[in-house]
């Protein structure tokens, strides 16, 4: 992540819960039911932002889990501390997670919202398959939206390069990385990838 990337976000930290309208509990509920999360996993939560995820994902995980919540603005990472570092079963984390080494290994890796912010998303996925994923573990891309919400946001932040193809055509470009993928919803409310190594 570029400094202006991490200047921008922690301008936003305060005001972000606010404006994030799609992130609804229903909405969160929804998606994360949809995913293979169970007592007990360890869930790694990329670019957590506010922490929008981190009480949901506690709380499927339980006391026997544990979730690892990493940003790298200083301003969204300090928003979640302050909403949920009460919870035990959680620990945060200040890392560029596509330049530093991440602990641990871990069931399940979230990039909720992330994706379009990855500045080079197959040498990651290969990475965390390689140094942070249990044989079994799955990276999940997923949104509250179809992406035509959210390339219009980006549209309006001005950002480039930042567009997010229609889920099957992501999908289709992952599996060309050597992945293998399951497109698990695809439309107007949710947008969600599962992706396993080959």
């Not at 499927?60 to 570092?85: C, Q």
Request: hydrophobic content about 40%; cysteine-free.
């Amino acid at each position: 992540m570029t400094q202006s990337e991490i200047d921008f976000f922690d301008k936003l930290a305060p005001v972000w819960d606010a404006n994030e309208v799609r992130s609804t509990p229903e909405r969160i509920r929804s998606i994360l039911s949809k995913l293979p999360i169970r007592e007990g996993m360890n869930v790694l939560d990329l670019g957590t932002g506010t922490g929008v995820l981190v009480p949901y994902l506690s709380e499927i995980v339980g006391p026997d889990g544990h979730v690892t919540a990493i940003d790298l603005s200083e301003g969204m990472l300090s928003r979640a501390i302050e909403k949920y570092g009460s919870l035990k079963n959680v620990e945060f984390l200040k890392i560029d997670f596509e330049e530093e080494q991440i602990p641990g290994v871990y069931d399940v890796v979230m990039l909720y919202s992330v994706y379009p912010h990855l500045h080079s998303p197959a040498d990651t996925f290969e990475w965390l398959f390689k140094m942070n994923m249990s044989q079994e573990g799955i990276i999940v891309v997923a949104f509250p939206s179809d992406e035509e919400f959210i390339n219009n946001i980006h549209h309006e932040r001005k950002s480039e390069s930042d567009h997010l193809p229609p889920a099957r055509v992501l999908a289709q470009m992952i599996e060309r990385w050597g992945f293998r993928t399951d497109v698990v919803a695809a439309d107007k409310e949710e947008y969600i990838i599962i992706i396993r190594r080959r």
